[in-house]
């Protein structure tokens, strides 16, 4: 079956630090993939999202590539700001079910 | 648009009570999910629904069951609420995919229901 796993956090950074997430999936077929993203006391939204290999996401500085080649699809941006602290979950898509990362806690310190 | 709205925001409920989680969704979509989420394990799907009147398990289908008598609403439903259930749910709906392969399917989530079960 499909499977998604995110490296553990809390991640702490401080403002304008470079950001990456790891993000790698099993999957049978070829999913889609996504970066959502759960600020405190909200559900989920969707950051980012690539449904092809190679295929390139980004939205709000953030990016993340779909490697067929390393089953991965590790979320990055350059500079980080204390607005960007919150839960980040990768997830894959085949057919009708979402598969979810156990989640990354990111904290910006100004 | 409201987009995905959930009730209640809270609830706490003694073991054995019953208690029915309402989602509403006012984008037409045709899919719509129930998943919990619990401390270091992410989302995991309860149960689903691909249209009217239709519903399918998920991955954690015990001690739940559901309904989608009307294509905006999916409700929850806790028949013997047990501490195990302690959660935090949270509804999504998509719109339907098409084309020869899977294609990509954007989830939008409600708030999420916080429920103590002690």
């Known amino acids: 079956g499909n499977s998604v796993t995110q490296m553990e956090g809390p991640v702490t950074l401080s403002e304008e630090a470079f950001l990456t997430i790891n993000c790698t999936y099993t999957a049978t077929g070829y999913p889609s993939l996504f970066w959502y993203v759960q600020y405190p006391g909200e559900g989920l939204q969707l950051l980012l999202k690539a449904t092809k290999a190679d295929d390139k996401g980004s939205n709000k500085g953030f990016e993340a590539t779909y490697r067929k080649e390393t089953t991965s699809f590790h979320l990055e941006k350059g500079s980080v700001q204390v607005s960007d602290s919150a839960v980040y979950f990768c997830a894959s898509h085949f057919r009708r079910a979402l598969t979810f990362g156990s989640g990354t806690r990111l904290q910006v310190q100004p | 648009n409201a987009g995905v709205t959930q009730t209640p925001k809270f609830r706490v409920l003694k073991t054995g009570q019953s208690m029915t989680l309402l989602c509403a969704q006012d984008?037409?979509?045709?899919?719509m999910y129930w998943y919990r989420q619990d401390p270091g394990m992410g989302l995991r799907l309860i149960h689903y629904s691909v249209g009217e009147g239709t519903t399918a398990k998920g991955e954690v289908p015990d001690g739940y069951n559901v309904s989608r008598l009307k294509k905006q609403n999916f409700l929850l439903g806790l028949e013997s609420a047990a501490p195990s259930q302690t959660s935090v749910y949270f509804c999504a709906s998509s719109p339907r995919t098409s084309g020869p392969r899977p294609a990509y399917n954007e989830q939008f989530f409600g708030p999420g229901t916080r429920l103590t079960v002690l």
């Open positions: 984008m037409n979509h045709e899919y």
